[in-house]
């Protein structure tokens, strides 16, 4: 009885760190085709807070946010 009951848990708990990892590759794969945040959406960002944007501003900017993906 005492081994189901471990045999249950451990089958579990087994299933939840191949899912985690599984859903974490996953997630990755899909950031990286499709980011978030582009260019464009830097440049309009930026220009709604009154600023112009030179194209070194936003490659820093697209540095530091895939620095931090």
């Known amino acids: ?3 189901d009951i471990l045999q249950i848990l451990l ?3 087994g299933g939840v ?3 985690f990892f599984v859903s974490k590759k996953l997630m990755t794969k899909y950031l990286q085709k499709n980011p978030p945040i582009n260019e464009e959406m830097i440049k309009t960002l930026m220009s709604g807070m009154g600023r112009t944007p030179t194209q070194k501003q936003v490659n820093q900017m697209m540095k530091q946010m895939q620095k931090y993906m």
């Open 1 to 3: 009885m005492w081994i």
């Open 17 to 19: 760190v191949v899912g």
């Open 11 to 13: 089958g579990f708990l």
